[in-house]
């Protein structure tokens, strides 16, 4: 009885196309005017919606997202979760979004699917092994966990490693995060959304945003496709699609917009329990709860808007990882994609109030913004909601440009991402 009730309700509800399943959050009509307005439907616009309703006790919010939710680069990424940055002021900001991380899905209560298999970022040179050694004694100094590994106890980790001296590319030694991991790209989206929107935020998709309304120094809504729409304040988190909305404003930012690629494997039974990532070869993988090999590559040197690539990135990034993973060869590649990351000269986010008063941009994440999301969305929340900085990123807004006090992880993290 119990297998006849559940095929009928199969039967059921693939007929009705889920017509009749409770939405997970509401799409309204836009109102005329609200107290904030967030562009960008992504991770990071999501939880500041999240974070300005729940700890704020802002709700007359509007998420504009130009497409569907979480279809930038929330979804085009190789979701590897991390907080060992080797600058105080990055490891600081990244190390809060671990720990709501951490207690996410019952904050949202709705499952992310976040698993803590440990980051291994690899050296396969005398000075990796010293720069791995400085940046692990800066966590630890920032109470961040961080492990170094030799290529015995690497090899007990990763038994499917090649970790001998004959190979293109040696393993001296890793650095280890037992707290990293991986999410669900998607469940962090919905997750945040349906949370947001019991708060009443309104998400409204397919609405793009076309110009900024500005009367003297100060904001007064957006233009978009829906119609124009007021707010007191606006906040902006589109990722590669920044500069543009900046320009609108009359904004000049420090971004390029480089494409990002990664690719996913055929399904495999287990045989991959944590990430490894390698600056050298610039390749990462991990291996998804479906069994795909997820691997990740380094930016396309070019800039543009195409959600693509170069071939011969996946080439490059495929070979570096067959060199540490033998077996990898016989593995067919399933699928490819491509996100736009802006890049920022010191490889760290730019999250600040602008020279147009309550306009605010959350920006510059380059290839570490998933890792990020939570807490990206809770100290630009605070932002927003108090008109000054968290604590946590006051060391990131605009006029660290002008004044040289720069955060360097471009050259100082061993990894960027």
Not at 162 to 172: E, H, Q
């Amino acid at each position: 009885m119990a297998n006849r009730y559940s095929l009928w309700s199969l039967i059921k509800h693939g007929l009705k196309h889920h017509e009749s399943w409770q939405p997970a959050w509401q799409s309204p009509t836009p109102r005329n005017k609200y107290d904030v307005i967030i562009v960008g439907g992504g991770g990071h616009g999501l939880a500041t919606a999240y974070y300005l309703a729940r700890e704020h006790g802002i709700t007359n919010v509007a998420v504009l997202e130009k497409g569907y939710l979480g279809g930038g680069n929330t979804a085009r990424n190789t979701t590897i979760i991390r907080s060992n940055y080797l600058w105080d002021e990055a490891a600081q900001l990244y190390e809060h979004a671990l720990k709501l991380w951490e207690g996410l899905s019952q904050d949202l209560n709705f499952n992310v699917m976040f698993s803590q298999r440990g980051v291994m970022n690899l050296g396969h040179t005398l000075q990796d092994m010293r720069d791995i050694e400085r940046r692990a004694n800066a966590n630890l100094l920032n109470g961040v966990d961080a492990v170094v590994l030799s290529p015995s106890e690497i090899r007990d980790i990763v038994p499917l490693m090649d970790v001998s001296s004959k190979t293109r590319y040696p393993v001296m030694g890793a650095s280890f995060q037992p707290r990293g991991g991986v999410a669900r790209h998607d469940a962090v989206a919905w997750g945040f959304a349906r949370a947001a929107s019991e708060l009443g935020v309104h998400i409204i998709e397919q609405c793009e945003v076309t110009g900024m309304l500005i009367d003297g120094d100060r904001i007064k809504g957006v233009k978009t496709t829906r119609g124009d729409i007021l707010a007191d304040k606006v906040g902006c988190v589109a990722a590669g699609n920044t500069s543009t909305l900046a320009k609108m404003a009359g904004i000049r930012l420090p971004l390029e917009s480089h494409p990002l690629q990664a690719f996913v494997s055929e399904s495999l039974k287990p045989c991959l329990d944590t990430v490894v990532m390698s600056n050298a070869v610039h390749g990462y993988v991990s291996q998804s709860d479906k069994g795909e090999l997820v691997i990740g590559a380094g930016i396309d040197s070019y800039l543009g808007y195409g959600q693509r690539g170069s071939p011969h990135i996946i080439e490059h990034t495929a070979a570096a990882i067959i060199e540490l993973f033998p077996s990898f060869s016989r593995v067919r590649m399933n699928r490819q994609w491509g996100g736009i990351v802006d890049v920022s000269p010191d490889a760290c986010p730019i999250i600040t109030k602008t020279r147009v008063k309550g306009l605010f941009f959350n920006c510059g994440w380059g290839t570490g913004g998933f890792k990020a999301t939570p807490g990206s969305g809770n100290v630009f929340a605070h932002t927003i909601a108090n008109d000054a900085p968290h604590r946590l990123n006051a060391a990131f807004s605009l006029d660290r440009f002008a004044s040289g006090h720069l955060i360097d992880e471009h050259g100082a993290a061993a990894v960027a991402h």
